[in-house]
Protein backbone atom coordinates (compact mmCIF):
# COMPACT_ATOMS: atom_id res chain seq x y z
CA UNK A 1 0.00 0.00 0.00
CA UNK A 2 1.40 3.61 -0.52
CA UNK A 3 2.36 5.69 2.86
CA UNK A 4 0.61 8.17 4.84
CA UNK A 5 2.09 11.15 5.02
CA UNK A 6 0.79 14.18 7.55
CA UNK A 7 2.35 17.80 6.56
CA UNK A 8 1.66 20.76 8.37
CA UNK A 9 1.78 23.96 6.99
CA UNK A 10 1.91 21.95 3.29
CA UNK A 11 0.06 25.24 1.87
CA UNK A 12 3.26 27.29 1.08
CA UNK A 13 6.95 26.92 0.97
CA UNK A 14 9.14 23.95 2.44
CA UNK A 15 5.81 22.29 3.30
CA UNK A 16 4.15 22.22 -0.35
CA UNK A 17 7.25 21.68 -1.95
CA UNK A 18 7.63 18.55 0.32
CA UNK A 19 4.08 17.30 -0.60
CA UNK A 20 4.90 17.52 -4.35
CA UNK A 21 7.95 15.89 -3.80
CA UNK A 22 6.10 12.99 -1.84
CA UNK A 23 3.10 13.02 -4.46
CA UNK A 24 5.82 12.47 -7.59
CA UNK A 25 6.81 9.21 -5.99
CA UNK A 26 3.57 7.77 -6.13
CA UNK A 27 4.40 5.62 -3.38
CA UNK A 28 2.90 8.93 -0.80
CA UNK A 29 -1.11 10.11 0.15
CA UNK A 30 -0.10 13.68 1.29
CA UNK A 31 -2.25 14.44 4.24
CA UNK A 32 -2.11 18.53 4.17
CA UNK A 33 -2.82 19.60 7.49
CA UNK A 34 -3.14 23.21 6.46
CA UNK A 35 -4.85 26.52 8.22
CA UNK A 36 -6.48 28.00 4.82
CA UNK A 37 -9.01 24.87 3.25
CA UNK A 38 -8.65 26.53 0.03
CA UNK A 39 -5.03 27.99 -0.09
CA UNK A 40 -3.81 24.87 0.64
CA UNK A 41 -5.76 23.31 -2.42
CA UNK A 42 -5.22 25.68 -4.77
CA UNK A 43 -1.60 25.07 -4.19
CA UNK A 44 -1.17 21.74 -4.67
CA UNK A 45 -3.43 22.28 -7.85
CA UNK A 46 -0.80 24.86 -9.29
CA UNK A 47 2.39 22.54 -7.98
CA UNK A 48 0.77 20.01 -10.16
CA UNK A 49 0.24 17.49 -7.66
CA UNK A 50 -2.55 14.20 -8.90
CA UNK A 51 -5.26 14.49 -7.54
CA UNK A 52 -5.37 10.95 -6.09
CA UNK A 53 -1.94 12.23 -4.61
CA UNK A 54 -2.81 13.97 -1.42
CA UNK A 55 -6.06 15.53 0.40
CA UNK A 56 -6.57 18.82 2.27
CA UNK A 57 -7.52 18.63 6.21
CA UNK A 58 -7.99 21.51 8.21
CA UNK A 59 -5.01 22.50 10.80
CA UNK A 60 -5.05 25.59 13.18
CA UNK A 61 -1.92 25.18 15.35
CA UNK A 62 -2.72 28.35 16.79
CA UNK A 63 -5.46 26.67 18.49
CA UNK A 64 -5.67 23.80 20.77
CA UNK A 65 -9.27 22.52 20.02
CA UNK A 66 -8.27 22.54 16.40
CA UNK A 67 -5.57 20.45 16.80
CA UNK A 68 -7.79 18.20 18.73
CA UNK A 69 -10.04 18.42 15.84
CA UNK A 70 -7.80 17.65 13.60
CA UNK A 71 -6.98 14.01 15.17
CA UNK A 72 -10.46 13.20 15.43
CA UNK A 73 -11.09 13.82 11.48
CA UNK A 74 -7.77 12.14 10.26
CA UNK A 75 -9.08 8.71 12.90
CA UNK A 76 -12.29 9.30 11.34
CA UNK A 77 -10.88 8.96 7.55
CA UNK A 78 -9.71 5.33 8.88
CA UNK A 79 -6.00 5.82 7.07
CA UNK A 80 -3.48 4.56 8.96
CA UNK A 81 -0.76 7.01 9.48
CA UNK A 82 3.22 6.20 9.24
CA UNK A 83 5.02 9.79 9.11
CA UNK A 84 3.96 12.75 10.53
CA UNK A 85 6.06 16.02 9.42
CA UNK A 86 5.49 18.79 12.11
CA UNK A 87 6.84 21.56 9.64
CA UNK A 88 4.70 24.51 9.80
CA UNK A 89 5.73 27.74 11.79
CA UNK A 90 5.26 31.91 11.82
CA UNK A 91 7.82 34.55 12.16
CA UNK A 92 7.64 37.77 13.62
CA UNK A 93 10.85 39.31 13.22
CA UNK A 94 9.78 42.95 13.06
CA UNK A 95 6.67 42.99 15.68
CA UNK A 96 6.74 45.05 18.27
CA UNK A 97 4.08 43.90 20.23
CA UNK A 98 3.72 39.91 20.83
CA UNK A 99 0.43 38.35 19.52
CA UNK A 100 -1.29 35.33 20.78
CA UNK A 101 -3.12 31.79 20.07
CA UNK A 102 -6.64 31.40 20.80
CA UNK A 103 -5.35 29.95 24.25
CA UNK A 104 -3.33 32.67 24.93
CA UNK A 105 0.09 31.47 24.31
CA UNK A 106 2.55 34.42 22.72
CA UNK A 107 1.53 33.32 18.53
CA UNK A 108 5.66 32.13 17.74
CA UNK A 109 6.32 29.47 20.61
CA UNK A 110 2.58 28.51 20.42
CA UNK A 111 2.23 27.35 16.75
CA UNK A 112 5.80 26.02 16.41
CA UNK A 113 6.48 24.30 19.10
CA UNK A 114 2.94 24.38 21.48
CA UNK A 115 0.44 23.32 18.84
CA UNK A 116 3.11 20.93 17.08
CA UNK A 117 3.79 19.30 20.88
CA UNK A 118 0.23 18.54 21.27
CA UNK A 119 -0.14 17.09 17.78
CA UNK A 120 2.90 14.91 17.58
CA UNK A 121 1.87 13.25 20.99
CA UNK A 122 -1.44 12.55 20.28
CA UNK A 123 -0.67 11.02 16.95
CA UNK A 124 1.78 9.27 18.17
CA UNK A 125 -0.92 6.26 18.98
CA UNK A 126 -1.13 6.44 15.76
CA UNK A 127 2.24 5.93 14.53
CA UNK A 128 2.13 3.39 16.77
CA UNK A 129 -0.29 1.27 15.78
CA UNK A 130 0.73 1.30 11.60
CA UNK A 131 2.46 -1.41 10.28
CA UNK A 132 4.50 0.64 8.23
CA UNK A 133 8.06 -0.38 8.22
CA UNK A 134 9.27 2.78 8.35
CA UNK A 135 7.47 4.88 10.91
CA UNK A 136 8.94 8.38 11.27
CA UNK A 137 8.22 11.75 13.49
CA UNK A 138 9.89 14.52 12.20
CA UNK A 139 10.36 18.27 13.37
CA UNK A 140 11.63 20.94 11.22
CA UNK A 141 14.34 22.27 13.12
CA UNK A 142 16.59 25.34 12.08
CA UNK A 143 19.93 26.04 11.88
CA UNK A 144 18.92 27.85 15.26
CA UNK A 145 20.68 25.47 18.28
CA UNK A 146 23.14 23.97 15.72
CA UNK A 147 27.22 23.98 16.44
CA UNK A 148 28.10 23.79 12.35
CA UNK A 149 27.01 26.33 9.83
CA UNK A 150 27.60 26.33 5.84
CA UNK A 151 27.43 30.29 6.20
CA UNK A 152 30.43 32.52 6.56
CA UNK A 153 30.82 34.39 9.66
CA UNK A 154 32.03 37.76 8.97
CA UNK A 155 29.19 37.97 6.76
CA UNK A 156 26.29 36.54 8.94
CA UNK A 157 27.56 39.75 11.48
CA UNK A 158 25.81 42.01 8.72
CA UNK A 159 23.51 43.97 9.74
CA UNK A 160 20.38 42.78 7.50
CA UNK A 161 21.05 39.09 8.52
CA UNK A 162 20.60 40.13 11.76
CA UNK A 163 17.06 38.98 12.31
CA UNK A 164 16.86 35.94 9.50
CA UNK A 165 16.31 32.69 11.42
CA UNK A 166 18.61 30.86 8.84
CA UNK A 167 21.72 32.66 8.10
CA UNK A 168 21.67 33.57 11.90
CA UNK A 169 22.58 30.31 13.82
CA UNK A 170 22.21 32.54 17.16
CA UNK A 171 22.39 30.03 19.23
CA UNK A 172 23.50 29.76 22.94
CA UNK A 173 25.91 26.88 23.32
CA UNK A 174 26.88 27.99 19.64
CA UNK A 175 29.92 30.27 20.41
CA UNK A 176 32.70 28.18 18.13
CA UNK A 177 30.72 30.37 15.45
CA UNK A 178 30.49 34.49 15.23
CA UNK A 179 27.14 34.67 14.32
CA UNK A 180 26.33 32.40 17.65
CA UNK A 181 27.32 35.16 19.15
CA UNK A 182 24.90 37.96 17.91
CA UNK A 183 21.50 38.49 19.51
CA UNK A 184 18.73 38.12 19.38
CA UNK A 185 20.69 34.49 20.68
CA UNK A 186 17.89 31.76 21.08
CA UNK A 187 18.05 31.05 24.63
CA UNK A 188 15.27 29.13 26.93
CA UNK A 189 16.76 30.41 30.47
CA UNK A 190 15.07 28.34 33.25
CA UNK A 191 11.68 28.55 31.63
CA UNK A 192 10.26 30.84 33.64
CA UNK A 193 8.31 32.32 30.96
CA UNK A 194 6.62 29.29 29.72
CA UNK A 195 5.96 27.68 33.11
CA UNK A 196 4.12 31.06 33.89
CA UNK A 197 1.58 30.17 30.93
CA UNK A 198 3.72 32.76 27.94
CA UNK A 199 0.23 34.95 28.33
CA UNK A 200 2.00 38.06 29.81
CA UNK A 201 -0.50 37.72 32.55
CA UNK A 202 1.30 38.93 35.07
CA UNK A 203 4.82 36.77 33.65
CA UNK A 204 6.89 37.24 30.71
CA UNK A 205 5.33 36.17 26.98
CA UNK A 206 8.96 34.78 26.62
CA UNK A 207 10.62 31.32 27.61
CA UNK A 208 13.06 32.78 29.56
CA UNK A 209 11.12 35.27 30.93
CA UNK A 210 12.48 38.04 29.22
CA UNK A 211 10.79 40.89 27.18
CA UNK A 212 9.18 39.95 24.25
CA UNK A 213 11.39 39.60 20.84
CA UNK A 214 9.55 38.25 17.83
CA UNK A 215 12.99 36.78 16.22
CA UNK A 216 14.43 35.59 19.66
CA UNK A 217 10.94 33.70 20.19
CA UNK A 218 10.65 32.27 16.57
CA UNK A 219 14.92 31.02 17.66
CA UNK A 220 13.87 29.57 20.96
CA UNK A 221 10.35 27.92 19.26
CA UNK A 222 13.39 26.14 17.43
CA UNK A 223 15.23 25.18 20.06
CA UNK A 224 11.84 24.00 21.64
CA UNK A 225 11.68 21.98 18.09
CA UNK A 226 15.01 20.52 18.03
CA UNK A 227 14.65 19.68 22.22
CA UNK A 228 11.22 17.74 21.87
CA UNK A 229 12.26 15.49 19.16
CA UNK A 230 15.34 14.56 21.05
CA UNK A 231 12.78 13.87 23.85
CA UNK A 232 10.77 12.05 22.13
CA UNK A 233 13.19 9.59 21.07
CA UNK A 234 14.53 9.00 24.46
CA UNK A 235 11.40 8.43 25.70
CA UNK A 236 9.57 6.21 23.42
CA UNK A 237 12.14 4.87 19.95
CA UNK A 238 12.91 1.77 22.38
CA UNK A 239 9.81 1.04 23.41
CA UNK A 240 8.09 1.72 20.10
CA UNK A 241 10.20 1.58 17.36
CA UNK A 242 9.40 4.93 15.43
CA UNK A 243 11.88 7.03 14.28
CA UNK A 244 12.49 10.41 15.78
CA UNK A 245 14.12 13.07 13.55
CA UNK A 246 15.10 16.53 13.07
CA UNK A 247 16.45 18.94 10.01
CA UNK A 248 17.96 21.65 8.93
CA UNK A 249 17.17 21.84 5.43
CA UNK A 250 19.14 24.85 4.09
CA UNK A 251 18.68 28.49 3.71
CA UNK A 252 15.10 28.92 1.44
CA UNK A 253 15.11 32.45 1.05
CA UNK A 254 12.31 32.52 -1.20
CA UNK A 255 9.81 31.06 1.11
CA UNK A 256 6.40 32.87 3.07
CA UNK A 257 8.33 32.32 5.97
CA UNK A 258 9.72 36.30 5.59
CA UNK A 259 6.65 37.88 4.88
CA UNK A 260 6.42 39.87 7.82
CA UNK A 261 9.83 41.53 7.32
CA UNK A 262 10.71 44.68 5.88
CA UNK A 263 10.65 45.40 2.22
CA UNK A 264 14.09 45.95 1.57
CA UNK A 265 15.25 42.99 3.39
CA UNK A 266 12.65 40.43 1.53
CA UNK A 267 14.15 42.13 -1.77
CA UNK A 268 17.56 41.87 -0.67
CA UNK A 269 17.87 38.63 1.17
CA UNK A 270 17.46 36.02 -1.58
CA UNK A 271 20.40 37.24 -4.25
CA UNK A 272 22.29 37.88 -0.92
CA UNK A 273 21.91 34.13 0.01
CA UNK A 274 22.73 33.13 -3.08
CA UNK A 275 26.09 34.89 -4.32
CA UNK A 276 27.61 35.79 -0.84
CA UNK A 277 26.61 33.17 1.52
CA UNK A 278 25.81 30.48 -0.71
CA UNK A 279 23.64 28.62 1.80
CA UNK A 280 20.92 29.55 -0.73
CA UNK A 281 18.40 26.28 -1.68
CA UNK A 282 15.60 26.37 -3.54
CA UNK A 283 12.64 25.50 -2.31
CA UNK A 284 12.38 22.67 -4.94
CA UNK A 285 15.99 20.99 -3.32
CA UNK A 286 14.70 21.42 0.18
CA UNK A 287 11.76 19.61 -0.09
CA UNK A 288 13.52 16.79 -1.97
CA UNK A 289 15.48 16.85 1.32
CA UNK A 290 12.74 16.60 3.63
CA UNK A 291 10.93 13.92 1.28
CA UNK A 292 14.45 11.84 1.87
CA UNK A 293 14.12 12.24 5.71
CA UNK A 294 10.69 11.16 5.01
CA UNK A 295 11.47 7.80 3.06
CA UNK A 296 14.11 7.42 1.78
CA UNK A 297 15.45 3.86 3.74
CA UNK A 298 19.03 4.60 4.34
CA UNK A 299 17.47 7.70 6.87
CA UNK A 300 16.13 5.41 9.46
CA UNK A 301 18.18 6.35 12.56
CA UNK A 302 16.73 7.73 15.52
CA UNK A 303 17.55 10.81 17.56
CA UNK A 304 19.70 12.54 14.05
CA UNK A 305 19.24 15.52 13.22
CA UNK A 306 20.34 15.84 9.43
CA UNK A 307 21.83 18.77 7.83
CA UNK A 308 23.44 18.80 3.93
CA UNK A 309 26.59 19.62 2.68
CA UNK A 310 27.01 21.43 -0.39
CA UNK A 311 26.85 18.29 -2.57
CA UNK A 312 23.70 17.88 -1.48
CA UNK A 313 24.69 15.26 1.09
CA UNK A 314 23.14 14.57 4.15
CA UNK A 315 24.54 14.06 7.28
CA UNK A 316 24.10 13.82 10.75
CA UNK A 317 24.79 17.73 12.45
CA UNK A 318 25.73 18.27 16.19
CA UNK A 319 23.36 20.48 17.79
CA UNK A 320 24.26 23.51 20.80
CA UNK A 321 24.64 22.95 23.81
CA UNK A 322 21.06 23.97 25.01
CA UNK A 323 19.48 22.18 22.14
CA UNK A 324 20.90 18.81 23.45
CA UNK A 325 20.54 19.53 27.05
CA UNK A 326 18.41 16.09 28.31
CA UNK A 327 17.53 18.14 31.24
CA UNK A 328 15.57 20.82 30.17
CA UNK A 329 14.32 19.00 26.67
CA UNK A 330 12.77 17.16 30.03
CA UNK A 331 11.62 20.31 31.89
CA UNK A 332 10.27 21.64 28.49
CA UNK A 333 8.28 18.22 27.86
CA UNK A 334 6.85 18.75 31.03
CA UNK A 335 5.81 22.53 30.93
CA UNK A 336 4.15 21.55 27.83
CA UNK A 337 2.28 18.73 28.65
CA UNK A 338 0.99 21.64 31.31
CA UNK A 339 -0.11 23.90 29.36
CA UNK A 340 -1.22 21.75 26.25
CA UNK A 341 -3.39 19.93 29.16
CA UNK A 342 -1.70 16.34 28.47
CA UNK A 343 -0.65 16.72 32.19
P1 LIG B 1 6.29 29.39 4.90
O1 LIG B 1 5.85 30.64 5.60
O2 LIG B 1 6.38 29.39 3.42
O3 LIG B 1 5.39 28.17 5.34
C1 LIG B 1 4.88 28.07 6.64
C2 LIG B 1 3.65 27.21 6.60
O4 LIG B 1 3.13 27.12 7.93
C3 LIG B 1 2.53 27.77 5.72
O5 LIG B 1 1.92 26.71 5.04
C4 LIG B 1 1.59 28.38 6.73
O6 LIG B 1 0.23 28.41 6.32
C5 LIG B 1 1.75 27.38 7.86
N1 LIG B 1 1.20 27.90 9.12
C6 LIG B 1 1.48 29.07 9.73
N2 LIG B 1 0.72 29.20 10.82
C7 LIG B 1 -0.06 28.09 10.91
C8 LIG B 1 -1.06 27.67 11.81
N3 LIG B 1 -1.45 28.41 12.84
N4 LIG B 1 -1.65 26.47 11.60
C9 LIG B 1 -1.30 25.71 10.54
N5 LIG B 1 -0.37 26.07 9.65
C10 LIG B 1 0.25 27.26 9.83
O7 LIG B 1 7.73 29.06 5.56
P2 LIG B 1 8.82 27.92 5.25
O8 LIG B 1 8.34 26.98 4.24
O9 LIG B 1 10.11 28.61 5.07
O10 LIG B 1 8.90 27.20 6.67
C11 LIG B 1 8.65 25.83 6.85
C12 LIG B 1 9.55 25.29 7.94
O11 LIG B 1 10.91 25.41 7.55
C13 LIG B 1 9.43 26.00 9.27
O12 LIG B 1 9.43 25.03 10.31
C14 LIG B 1 10.68 26.84 9.34
O13 LIG B 1 11.07 27.09 10.67
C15 LIG B 1 11.65 25.93 8.64
N6 LIG B 1 12.85 26.58 8.13
C16 LIG B 1 12.79 27.49 7.11
C17 LIG B 1 13.94 28.07 6.64
C18 LIG B 1 13.93 29.07 5.54
O14 LIG B 1 15.00 29.51 5.18
N7 LIG B 1 12.80 29.43 4.99
C19 LIG B 1 15.26 27.70 7.21
C20 LIG B 1 15.19 26.73 8.26
C21 LIG B 1 14.03 26.19 8.67
P3 LIG B 1 -0.34 29.57 5.33
O15 LIG B 1 0.05 29.15 3.95
O16 LIG B 1 -1.81 29.51 5.58
O17 LIG B 1 0.30 30.86 5.76
Known amino acids: RKG ?22 GRWNVIMACRDFLKAEKAAKSAGMAKESYQVMHLDL ?30 FPTAKEPTYTADGFEMSVGVNHLGHFLLARELLEDLKA ?9 IVGSITGTT ?20 LPGAPGNTNTLAGNIPPKANLGDLRGLAGGLNGLGGSTMIDGGEFDGAKAYKDSKVCNMLTMQE ?39 PFQKYITKGFVSEEEAGKRLAQVVS ?41 EKLVGLA
Open 4 to 25: NVIVTGASSGLGLATAKALAET
Open 62 to 91: ASLDSVRQFVKNFRQSGLPLDVLVCNAAVY
Open 130 to 138: SDYPARRLI
Open 148 to 167: RTRCIPSIEAHPLTRASPCV
Open 232 to 270: FHRRYHEETGVTFASLYPGCIATTGLFREHVALFRLLFP
Open 296 to 336: DPSLTKSGVYWSWNSNSASFENQLSEEASDPEKAQRLWQLS
